[in-house]
Structures are given as C-alpha cells and as structure tokens.
C-alpha cells in the first residue's frame, strides 16, 4: 500500500493489449507517485484453488492485462519517458503454466501442466516446489510501456 502516492490505478482499470486511442484512467503532471494495484498475467483466471483442469479452460483473450493506461500532461508521441519504482510489492501467490500449443517450447511439451506458488511475499524467500524442492523467487512488474503510434489494439504478448 502506498502512503504517500498522489494517486491509484485499480485492478479494474486495465486492458488486454495496447492501443493509442484507449481513454486514460488516470492524467497525471511530471513527477506524480502512483499506485498500481494490477493483476497477474492470467488475468485472474488462476488463484489459489486453481486445477490442472483449468488449464484447457484458460482465455487467451484475458492474458497479460496493462493497468492504465496513465496520461503524462506534456508528453508527446515519440517522447521517452522515465518512471521509477519506487515499491514493489508481490502478491505471495504465482503459477506457472505449460499451456499446449503457446509458448517457447510448446513442441515439446505437449501436455498440460499447473504449480499455483504459495509464498512469503515480504520475504520473497525461497518457495517450495513438492516435497523438498526450494525454487528463488525473482518477483517482477510485469508488462510497462507505451502505446505504439499505429493506429488499432496491439497485442502485449
């Protein structure tokens, strides 16, 4: 939770995929301290009581959401634009997926695969992976950019 921001972003403020002519959630000045609440790459479709079941299940069309987006006042097409994170907070839940048919080794791994993590996010201490397996965790923000000059919605994955 931040403290000292000048402003929120729920989770409900988000989109799937980038797109110059979405309306921003939020016009800021230069300088501002925002607060982000956003959810995971599966769009919330995996929590805690998640199966393997739910794995066939899964929308494409809901993966990866970009809270926002944030109006910078002066900013224009072309700038680049500097942001600090200030904080970074995880959730203290995860997954990894091997979904069939996406991703990088999807030839080789033909068959559907689900670990929901369960961690200690103020320590973000080793997780446990079965019985005995510890895996470190390297918590990070995700998807943050800027929507392309092309007119149209364009894909985050």
């Given at each position: 939770?931040?403290?000292?921001?000048?402003?929120?972003?729920?989770?409900?403020s988000?989109h799937?995929?980038?797109?110059?002519d979405?309306?921003p959630?939020?016009?800021?000045?230069?300088g501002?301290?925002?607060?982000?609440?956003?959810?995971?790459?599966?769009?919330?479709?995996f929590d805690?009581?998640?199966t393997?079941?739910?794995?066939?299940?899964?929308?494409?069309g809901?993966v990866n959401?970009v809270?926002?987006?944030v109006?910078?006042e002066g900013?224009?097409?072309?700038?680049a634009?500097?942001?600090?994170l200030?904080?970074?907070?995880?959730?203290g839940?995860?997954?990894?997926a091997n979904i069939p048919?996406?991703g990088?080794?999807?030839?080789?791994?033909?068959?559907p695969?689900?670990?929901?993590w369960k961690?200690d996010?103020a320590?973000?201490a080793?997780?446990?992976?079965?019985?005995?397996?510890?895996?470190p965790l390297?918590?990070f923000?995700?998807?943050?950019g800027?929507?392309?000059a092309?007119?149209?919605?364009?894909?985050?994955?």
């Amino acid at each position: 939770m931040c403290v000292k921001c000048d402003y929120t972003i729920h989770r409900a403020s988000h989109h799937f995929g980038w797109n110059r002519d979405f309306e921003p959630a939020l016009t800021a000045k230069p300088g501002s301290t925002i607060h982000f609440e956003c959810l995971d790459s599966s769009g919330g479709q995996f929590d805690a009581n998640s199966t393997l079941a739910d794995v066939s299940t899964m929308d494409f069309g809901k993966v990866n959401p970009v809270t926002g987006p944030v109006y910078v006042e002066g900013a224009m097409p072309g700038d680049a634009l500097k942001i600090t994170l200030r904080h970074f907070e995880p959730s203290g839940l995860g997954w990894t997926a091997n979904i069939p048919g996406f991703g990088l080794l999807a030839d080789q791994f033909k068959e559907p695969a689900l670990h929901i993590w369960k961690y200690d996010a103020a320590s973000t201490a080793p997780a446990l992976y079965g019985p005995g397996g510890r895996v470190p965790l390297k918590p990070f923000a995700g998807t943050i950019g800027v929507a392309p000059a092309e007119p149209g919605l364009h894909s985050v994955v």
